[in-house]
């Protein structure tokens, strides 16, 4: 559990610099920590100045968690359906550790017939591709019957993110939770409120939806949940159940709260009645804070508020309001709303909000303005002469084979398939110069340190949440409108923003760049659940030669046979694209 060194979630108070390392062009400022009078500093060493892609504190934190993945029947909304959960709950337990701390989460398969793995979405993985959680990428999925697998990582960044299962559709059926980083923020704040999970719900399990989707591309949602929970009224019996999400503000002060969408099909649009919100930072990357009164937050995307109680004492609605123009199915029940009460004498603690005229909720589909999220640490990017693309990438839906099935292709008429029990680093740990077969879309990046500017876009409508593995990358260009017109392109090359997740809309066009420091095989892919399961998603292997550090190699190996084992003595076959 949480060390009694580290910062708490609510915490104010450094971590004890034990042996300070002395990295080289680090300014050296002499304060600590404090949300409110100091945000901006951390430990004397380390600061919001830090470009955190080179340098990071290590102070000899140290972090762990068990993870029980089980099978059983919760009711968020107030309607059962079989969930999985993680030591009991949905969503999961909370990993916190503080910025430069190394993390250890051991997970532990508790179902009888499936495999799990984690994925700990937006984290680097500086040098660590092997504990990225992919299956049929990094590892064979861990089997069931409590087998168990632990995942070691450094914290290199900080902020805010999630972990989620990445075999199948597990993320989608509740195994899922946040991940805090305590570090310095861009803005002060007096409290910090911790995670604001945002969910869209269905009440048949993902497993059970998975082949029907597969077909239609999609499906109807049921609810969407806020922090795991929510009203749900029956449509034909008008029977309501379930509970608001509700939390407290201090009044005059300000709060953080961590904003992360983890649905399978939904981007929101946030807002809480009568207030602003500041915004400090956009997924692992601070920024130059904004403010504003909606905030698009596309699947898998990360936001950091805050929010000052400066209104008449009372109660508001928080809205997660659906972005009706992503393509996706129709909701059920679109009423997705938590309540904040005021902690003031005279405020009624039980009653409704009042219903006040809420924000302009435009029908839209598009991530917040790129003008708007200017990283804090600055990045400019080099271009001399014409941009050439080291990577174009059109994502096709192929309706025809094998019929009625739609799958994803980037290459005519083959559709991505990886296999759990024949991961890409078990390939690579082989003999020989591996080359890999076209259905893993297997795009080899080669040179240390090398940029790689990538051009992505779709033939098909609908939008598609692009999130990478390994890397943040930069935004050179993104359009929800606008088709790739080279005639017209214009590269943002002065400090454009950077994060894990990127929209690119159907009509639109989003071109990213990333630097070829982190050796590994790292998954890009659409994070709309039906999209990856039918293969929107393919691998950057990056600079092979310097993936495996000693050991690495025999530890896939050893997971794969036993994944192998019990596959076979449960009889299990892969009917997905394998991520
Ligand atoms: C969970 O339990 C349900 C009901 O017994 C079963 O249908 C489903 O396959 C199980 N899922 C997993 C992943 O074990
Ligand atoms: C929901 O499941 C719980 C535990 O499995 C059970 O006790 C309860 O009766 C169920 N509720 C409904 C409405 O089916
Ligand atoms: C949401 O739930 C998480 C996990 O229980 C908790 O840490 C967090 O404080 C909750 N968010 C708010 C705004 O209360
Ligand atoms: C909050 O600020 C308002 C305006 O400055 C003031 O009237 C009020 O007393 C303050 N409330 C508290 C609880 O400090
Ligand atoms: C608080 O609100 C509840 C629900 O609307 C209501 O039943 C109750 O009478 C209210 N209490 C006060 C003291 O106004
Ligand atoms: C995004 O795409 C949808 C349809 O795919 C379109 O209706 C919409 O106008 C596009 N852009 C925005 C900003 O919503
Ligand atoms: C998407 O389109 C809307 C409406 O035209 C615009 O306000 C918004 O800035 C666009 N977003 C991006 C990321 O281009
Ligand atoms: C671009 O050049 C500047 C100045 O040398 C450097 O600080 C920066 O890191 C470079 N950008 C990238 C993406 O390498
Ligand atoms: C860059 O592109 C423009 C427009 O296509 C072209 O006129 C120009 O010659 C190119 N410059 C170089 C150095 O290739
Ligand atoms: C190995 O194969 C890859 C792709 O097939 C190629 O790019 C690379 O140059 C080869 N490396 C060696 C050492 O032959």
Same mark, same amino acid.
């Given at each position: 559990?949480?060390?009694?060194?580290?910062?708490?979630?609510?915490?104010?108070?450094?971590?004890?610099?034990?042996?300070?390392?002395?990295?080289?062009?680090?300014?050296?400022?002499?304060?600590?920590?404090?949300?409110?009078?100091?945000?901006?500093?951390?430990?004397?060493?380390?600061?919001?100045?830090?470009?955190?892609?080179?340098?990071?504190?290590?102070?000899?934190?140290?972090?762990?968690?068990?993870?029980?993945?089980?099978?059983?029947?919760?009711?968020?909304?107030?309607?059962?359906?079989?969930?999985?959960?993680?030591?009991?709950?949905?969503?999961?337990?909370?990993?916190?550790?503080?910025?430069?701390?190394?993390?250890?989460?051991?997970?532990?398969? @508790?179902?009888? =017939?499936? &495999?799990?793995?984690?994925?700990?979405?937006?984290?680097?993985?500086?040098? #660590? %591709?092997? *504990?990225? +959680?992919?299956?049929?990428?990094?590892?064979?999925?861990?089997?069931?019957?409590?087998?168990?697998?632990?995942?070691?990582?450094?914290?290199?960044?900080?902020?805010?993110?999630?972990?989620?299962?990445?075999?199948?559709?597990?993320?989608?059926?509740?195994?899922?939770?946040?991940?805090?980083?305590?570090?310095?923020?861009?803005?002060?704040?007096?409290?910090?409120?911790?995670?604001?999970?945002?969910?869209?719900?269905?009440?048949?399990?993902?497993?059970?939806?998975?082949?029907?989707?597969?077909?239609?591309?999609? @499906?109807?949602? =049921?609810? &969407?949940?806020?922090?795991?929970?929510?009203?749900?009224?029956?449509?034909? #019996? %008008?029977? *309501?159940? +379930?509970?608001?999400?509700?939390?407290?503000?201090?009044?005059?002060?300000?709060?953080?709260?961590?904003?992360?969408?983890?649905?399978?099909?939904?981007?929101?649009?946030?807002?809480?009645?009568?207030?602003?919100?500041?915004?400090?930072?956009?997924?692992?990357?601070?920024?130059?804070?904004?403010?504003?009164?909606?905030?698009?937050?596309?699947?898998?995307?990360?936001?950091?508020?805050?929010?000052?109680?400066?209104?008449?004492?009372?109660?508001?609605?928080?809205?997660?309001?659906?972005?009706?123009?992503?393509?996706?199915?129709?909701?059920?029940?679109?009423?997705?709303?938590?309540?904040?009460?005021?902690?003031?004498?005279?405020?009624?603690?039980?009653?409704?909000?009042?219903?006040?005229?809420?924000?302009?909720?435009?029908?839209?589909?598009?991530?917040?303005?790129?003008?708007?999220?200017?990283?804090?640490?600055?990045?400019?990017?080099?271009?001399?002469?014409?941009?050439?693309?080291?990577?174009?990438?059109?994502?096709?839906?192929?309706?025809?084979?094998?019929?009625?099935?739609?799958?994803?292709?980037?290459?005519?008429?083959?559709?991505?398939?990886?296999?759990?029990?024949?991961?890409?680093?078990?390939?690579?740990?082989?003999?020989?110069?591996?080359?890999?077969?076209?259905?893993?879309?297997?795009?080899?990046?080669?040179?240390?340190?090398?940029?790689?500017?990538?051009?992505?876009?779709?033939?098909?409508?609908?939008?598609?949440?692009?999130?990478?593995?390994?890397?943040?990358?930069?935004?050179?260009?993104?359009?929800?409108?606008?088709?790739?017109?080279?005639?017209?392109?214009?590269?943002?090359?002065?400090?454009?923003?950077?994060?894990?997740?990127?929209?690119?809309?159907?009509?639109?066009?989003?071109?990213?760049?990333?630097?070829?420091?982190?050796?590994?095989?790292?998954?890009?892919?659409?994070?709309?659940?039906?999209?990856?399961?039918?293969?929107?998603?393919?691998?950057?292997?990056?600079?092979?030669?310097?993936?495996?550090?000693?050991?690495?190699?025999?530890?896939?190996?050893?997971?794969?046979?036993?994944?192998?084992?019990?596959?076979?003595?449960?009889?299990?076959?892969?009917?997905?694209?394998?991520?």
């Amino acid at each position: 559990m949480y060390l009694s060194s580290a910062i708490g979630a609510l915490g104010l108070v450094a971590p004890v610099v034990l042996a300070a390392p002395s990295p080289p062009l680090v300014e050296k400022r002499a304060c600590t920590f404090d949300s409110l009078t100091n945000p901006t500093c951390w430990d004397g060493t380390f600061d919001l100045n830090t470009n955190y892609y080179d340098s990071w504190p290590s102070v000899g934190g140290h972090q762990e968690y068990t993870f029980h993945i089980t099978n059983i029947t919760m009711a968020p909304d107030g309607i059962n359906r079989t969930v999985l959960a993680i030591n009991g709950q949905v969503p999961g337990p909370t990993i916190f550790a503080n910025w430069g701390d190394t993390v250890a989460v051991t997970v532990i398969n @508790e179902l009888e =017939d499936a &495999g799990t793995s984690i994925h700990f979405h937006g984290v680097r993985q500086k040098d #660590t %591709n092997t *504990q990225d +959680g992919a299956v049929s990428i990094t590892q064979c999925p861990i089997p069931g019957g409590k087998t168990s697998m632990t995942y070691k990582w450094t914290a290199t960044q900080y902020g805010t993110s999630w972990y989620h299962g990445h075999y199948g559709l597990q993320a989608w059926d509740g195994l899922f939770g946040p991940i805090v980083i305590a570090g310095p923020a861009s803005s002060a704040y007096k409290n910090d409120l911790g995670t604001l999970m945002l969910s869209d719900w269905t009440h048949k399990t993902a497993e059970y939806l998975e082949s029907d989707a597969a077909v239609n591309g999609g @499906e109807n949602i =049921d609810n &969407g949940l806020i922090n795991g929970t929510n009203i749900f009224i029956d449509p034909t #019996t %008008n029977i *309501q159940t +379930g509970k608001r999400f509700e939390f407290v503000f201090q009044p005059n002060e300000s709060h953080r709260i961590r904003l992360i969408n983890t649905a399978m099909d939904q981007h929101f649009k946030v807002a809480l009645d009568g207030h602003e919100m500041e915004v400090i930072a956009a997924d692992f990357v601070p920024i130059k804070p904004f403010k504003t009164k909606i905030l698009n937050i596309g699947i898998g995307q990360r936001y950091d508020v805050i929010i000052t109680a400066d209104q008449t004492p009372g109660n508001f609605w928080l809205r997660a309001n659906v972005q009706t123009n992503c393509g996706q199915r129709a909701a059920t029940f679109t009423d997705i709303r938590a309540i904040v009460r005021y902690n003031s004498p005279g405020v009624n603690g039980t009653a409704d909000p009042p219903e006040a005229t809420p924000p302009a909720f435009d029908v839209d589909c598009t991530d917040m303005p790129m003008a708007n999220l200017e990283p804090f640490v600055a990045i400019n990017l080099n271009i001399t002469g014409n941009l050439t693309f080291d990577q174009t990438i059109t994502f096709n839906q192929d309706f025809n084979n094998p019929n009625p099935v739609i799958n994803w292709e980037i290459k005519d008429g083959i559709h991505f398939l990886s296999h759990w029990e024949n991961p890409t680093l078990l390939q690579l740990a082989g003999p020989g110069n591996v080359t890999f077969p076209d259905e893993q879309q297997v795009l080899e990046v080669n040179g240390v340190d090398k940029m790689q500017f990538v051009l992505i876009q779709t033939d098909s409508g609908g939008d598609h949440p692009i999130h990478l593995h390994g890397h943040d990358f930069w935004i050179v260009d993104q359009s929800n409108t606008t088709k790739f017109d080279p005639s017209t392109f214009v590269p943002n090359t002065i400090n454009p923003p950077r994060r894990d997740v990127a929209l690119l809309n159907g009509s639109g066009h989003l071109v990213i760049a990333f630097k070829a420091d982190n050796p590994g095989a790292w998954l890009l892919h659409c994070h709309i659940a039906w999209h990856v399961n039918r293969g929107m998603a393919l691998t950057f292997l990056e600079n092979r030669a310097d993936i495996f550090k000693p050991g690495d190699s025999d530890a896939v190996g050893k997971n794969c046979d036993a994944w192998k084992a019990f596959a076979k003595d449960k009889g299990i076959i892969q009917t997905d694209t394998g991520v």
